[in-house]
């Protein structure tokens, strides 16, 4: 299981940055993936999933910010992050599973600040 994730990167308040994750070593259409982050000095916190059918999930903080993305002709995961501030600052991982993270990848600092 290979989960590679991109995008992070240092952005101001209010600002937009878009996450990408490909996957490779198991059946990614099946699967449902996530993205869950940690902030320093927090436990991991899950973000967003989308499960085999399309259907997504969102953490409260996040709800009408982030958009979760998939394609399944490209194993690939994306998160779209609107709207973005200090508290948004964190490690972000590409998961398999939602509720029950079965592998997660390296990570992508995202830094919101100005």
């Known amino acids: 299981v290979q989960l590679v994730e991109s995008g992070g990167g240092l952005v101001q308040p209010g600002g937009s940055l878009r996450l990408s994750c490909v996957a490779s070593?198991?059946?990614?259409?099946?699967?449902?993936m996530s993205w869950a982050r940690q902030a320093p000095g927090k436990g991991l916190e899950r973000v967003s999933g989308v499960n085999s059918s399309g259907s997504t999930y969102y953490a409260d903080s996040v709800k009408g910010r982030f958009t979760i993305s998939r394609d399944n002709a490209k194993n690939m995961v994306y998160l779209q992050m609107n709207s973005l501030q200090p508290e948004d600052t964190a490690v972000y991982y590409c998961a398999i599973g939602y509720n029950f993270i079965r592998a997660r990848g390296r990570g992508t600092q995202v830094t919101v600040s100005s």
């Open positions: 070593g198991f059946t990614f259409r099946s699967s449902t």
